[in-house]
């Protein structure tokens, strides 16, 4: 138990359905973040929320919508989705900075067929 | 651009030695590293500065050539545990930001 928790834990969409990932920290960290882990790939950066407020957005398509209303609840909303997107879908939070280490959620399987 | 890791794999008999590396093009303020079993989430191992560091945790350290822009994993007398994707993260300096940004990872199987 990381004290990040995600849910679901798997998810099939088709490309017209319309999801929302959850993330929530128990840890009183202040910043937040979305990774995308695909096979053979590294994990890539998607967003990055510190105080609630973005300040990374690591050029990625609009189908992928974040919401961060609090320091402690993390959303990523879905839509129009492509075959591509499929992958796992990590959260993370720190303290402050990436400049600390990550607390990692064990990730939405997303599969879009 | 991503840290380069090497090897992309490797398999050991318990009680071996091996060692990671990542090596990046850019200069760097930090390396961090990452242990990920199947099915969980990464979990944090440990982060080294510029400056050129060495850190232990248990039987698993690293160290961070500066000159070299490269860091080494060091596993030594393994164990089943150590078993997973090892990955490094790169923290560019200057103007890294927030931006931690990951390489492939190693697969690392000990056996017994």
């Known amino acids: 138990e990381t004290g990040v928790t995600q849910t679901p834990r798997h998810l099939v969409m088709g490309m017209t359905n319309k999801k929302s990932l959850k993330c929530e920290q128990h840890l009183g960290h202040n910043a937040m973040y979305w990774y995308k882990q695909s096979a053979k790939k590294p994990l890539e950066l998607m967003f990055v929320?510190?105080?609630?407020?973005?300040?990374e957005n690591n050029s990625v398509p609009s189908r992928f919508s974040p919401e961060c209303p609090n320091s402690s609840h993390l959303f990523l909303h879905l839509h129009t989705l492509q075959p591509e997107d499929s992958a796992l879908y990590l959260c993370a939070s720190s303290q402050e900075t990436s400049l600390e280490k990550l607390f990692f959620g064990s990730g939405t399987q997303l599969s879009v067929l | 651009q991503q840290p380069v890791q090497s090897p992309q794999a490797v398999i050991l008999r318990e009680g071996e030695d091996a060692v990671i590396n990542c090596s990046s093009s850019k200069a760097l303020y930090s390396v961090h590293w990452y242990r990920q079993k199947h099915g969980e989430a990464p979990v944090f191992l440990m982060i080294l500065l510029k400056g050129g560091e060495q850190k232990g945790h248990e039987k698993i350290s690293a160290s961070f050539n500066e000159k070299k822009q490269q860091s080494s994993l060091y596993l030594t007398a393994s164990q089943l545990s150590y078993s997973g994707t090892y990955f490094c993260g790169t923290l560019a300096w200057p103007g890294g930001g927030n931006k931690l940004t990951f390489g492939t990872g190693t697969q690392l199987k000990v056996e017994l």
């Open positions: 929320y510190n105080f609630k407020e973005q300040t």
